[in-house]
């Protein structure tokens, strides 16, 4: 089965995605904005995997993201919990300013 | 070019975008709603990839509830706009970060040409069809759904521990 | 695809979509005449026969008011957010299917939007992005009311969708599809001959959580908290005014009837009838008036309830959703896979 496009722009999609999300974990200082470019990048996964899944016309890359995207919905609520918790003690969720591990 | 690859191409370019903005934006409500955006082009994807039933749980996990979980943290808080503190560019870190990006780019390019186009697998049910995604789904891969729901719980608890404080109880 | 196909598809999409706000206006005259009614007074009489012309005029005084926008406010997402509340809204009727098959000229034109082979999901979707229009409404207008309203509500509405999507998971089952039009035809004919085959019968309790879910989802009394007037001013639409709150009031009640058209297709038969096989022209417009019909005495049941009940309260609201509905819900589906595996009540 051949999509609409070929698996290589969907590949280079899937790229460039990933190194925008990849851009933002490393440059950015905000932990909302680093949390926010790690799904992005989760997501760059997922449309190399059903890429793939289409190519090979095979429904597990489909069952695969099925996983990933329940991984980030766990990983989500305890980020932002942890987000929470960091605001209270610190009143900023700037990563360069917790440089503490004991309170 | 068909119609369905223009429609491809203009949610590549959708998703792209709003990408690139979720990571400039400095405010943190304004980049999560532009991801919301870019996943809605993403959902479009996979949709023309035949994937339309990951494309409705993108849209109702993704942008339903777990951006909404976002702005929601964002808005208890009261983050908005955060100038950028005063002696704190760093112009090392900034250059090695994009050697670093633009060589895993290429890296990844470069495999990928090299790999070249997978042979196509002959097969005569298309990937559409629901009810056999998830029939593979509750039979081989039944034991990694059970996983996954007992790691949903856990993090359920998990999230609980963390916010929860004595004195407003 | 001639330009004839390709009109006809239009009218197919757009028809729903121009007509849902149409009936908006006669609605809300019921809901206030229903209102005098309950509460045993006239209601507006004033302008035209029985105030029928009232709707219309406010409409107009709507779209004649001058917007204000707070100074404060985030102008971009405070404009935003009343386009995607009646976007949701209107979206969502697209694969509600409302007619029986229309066969003119030798042409079949399907009276459904877009029959998606995920059209209920397609639903939650849609009702996901609604809570982008309350949550941008009360964080742009940088209000406290407005903030407070807006937090609220998403609240309420995540929780209760989660109850809603459940109780649909019955009626999916059943069905074995997510096709709304293979959900309609499961629940044409009889039981024993006398019993119409809906879902309603052996689920009523995923209706009853349905609706009652539909009711939180739709921000009505009882469960419109996000503006409880007393307490939030008027919730997240408190800083907008003229046609934007226009826009929020319209979306409610283009809400309010695509929750009843959907409760009409999942449980009450959407446009069957037992005994009724529509053929030609006119059956298909009596299908469609059957299906019209049960979707107004739904909607009449939400007037209904907004003058008989009084509000929740905050933690009440989410203690019924989480620790009522959910549960309930969890057990109408085991119910169902029951019914569904050792029964032979669904074919």
């Not at chain 1, 890429?51 to 932002?80: D, K, N, R």
């Not at chain 3, 045993?40 to 409409?59: A, E, F, K, Y």
């Not at chain 3, 999507?165 to 629940?187: E, H, K, P």
Request: net charge neutral; with cysteine; proline share 5%.
């Amino acid at each position: 089965m051949s999509g609409p496009v070929p698996l290589l722009h969907v590949l280079i999609l899937s790229v460039a995605l990933f190194a925008i999300g990849l851009t933002g974990a490393l440059l950015r200082r905000n932990a909302i904005h680093i949390f926010l470019s790690i799904e992005l990048m989760m997501n760059a996964a997922n449309l190399a995997l059903i890429g793939y899944a289409l190519s090979w016309g095979t429904p597990e890359g489909q069952i695969v993201v099925f996983f990933v995207i329940a991984i980030a919905a766990a990983e989500a609520s305890v980020g932002l919990a942890i987000f929470v918790a960091l605001f209270r003690h610190t009143k900023t969720i700037d990563v360069n300013q917790v440089n503490l591990l004991k309170w | 070019m068909t119609g369905s690859a223009m429609v491809f191409y203009a949610a590549a370019v959708l998703t792209v975008v709003f990408a690139a903005v979720m990571v400039v934006h400095r405010n943190p409500v304004k980049s999560t709603l532009a991801l919301v955006v870019s996943f809605f082009g993403l959902a479009i994807c996979y949709v023309l990839l035949s994937a339309p039933l990951i494309a409705v749980l993108q849209v109702i996990v993704y942008a339903g509830a777990i951006l909404v979980l976002f702005l929601f943290v964002l808005m208890l808080l009261n983050l908005r706009e955060e100038p950028a503190p005063p002696g704190s560019s760093r112009p090392i870190q900034t250059v090695l970060s994009g050697v670093a990006i633009v060589s895993f780019a290429g890296l990844m390019l470069g495999l990928i040409r090299a790999s070249g186009d997978p042979a196509a697998g002959a097969d005569p049910q298309p990937l559409t069809d629901i009810a056999r995604v998830s029939r593979l789904l509750f039979s081989d891969y039944l034991l990694p759904f059970e996983a996954v729901s007992v790691l949903l719980l856990a993090a359920l608890v998990g999230a609980f521990v963390l916010v929860y404080s004595e004195k407003r109880a | 695809m001639s330009l004839l196909d390709f009109g006809i598809i239009a009218a197919r999409v757009l028809l729903p979509a121009l007509i849902l706000p149409g009936i908006v206006i006669p609605l809300v005259w019921v809901e206030r005449r229903g209102a005098g009614l309950i509460q045993d007074r006239p209601g507006p009489n004033r302008v035209g026969p029985m105030g029928l012309l009232q709707s219309p005029v406010d409409v107009l005084k709507l779209f004649m008011k001058e917007p204000v926008m707070p100074a404060a406010a985030d102008s971009f997402l405070y404009t935003l957010a009343p386009a995607i509340a009646v976007f949701a809204a209107l979206a969502t009727f697209a694969v509600i299917p409302y007619g029986a098959t229309l066969e003119v000229g030798g042409r079949t034109i399907p009276l459904i939007g877009a029959d998606l082979n995920i059209g209920i999901l397609y639903i939650f979707a849609m009702t996901s992005l609604s809570v982008y229009a309350i949550v941008l409404a009360g964080w742009s207008a940088n209000n406290k009311y407005s903030l407070m309203g807006g937090i609220r509500s998403s609240a309420q509405i995540i929780s209760y969708e989660l109850a809603m999507t459940t109780a649909a998971a019955g009626v999916i089952l059943a069905a074995s599809s997510f096709r709304l039009n293979d959900v309609v035809a499961m629940q044409e004919g009889t039981w024993l001959s006398f019993v119409p085959r809906w879902n309603v019968f052996p689920q009523f309790l995923g209706f009853l959580i349905f609706f009652v879910a539909a009711f939180a989802e739709t921000n009505r009394i009882p469960f419109d908290l996000p503006e409880a007037e007393s307490e939030l001013v008027a919730g997240y639409h408190t800083e907008y005014s003229a046609m934007r709150f226009g826009s929020y009031f319209l979306a409610e009640y283009v809400n309010i009837m695509v929750a009843s058209a959907l409760a009409v297709t999942l449980y009450l038969g959407g446009w069957t009838l037992p005994g009724f096989h529509p053929q030609g022209i006119l059956g298909t417009l009596i299908s469609i008036a059957i299906f019209a019909g049960k979707t107004a005495f739904l909607v009449w049941v939400f007037v209904w309830v907004r003058w008989t009940l009084p509000r929740f309260r905050y933690d009440q609201l989410m203690s019924l959703g989480w620790k009522v509905l959910l549960p309930l819900a969890l057990v109408n589906i085991f119910l169902q896979a029951a019914l569904a595996l050792g029964t032979g009540v669904y074919r």
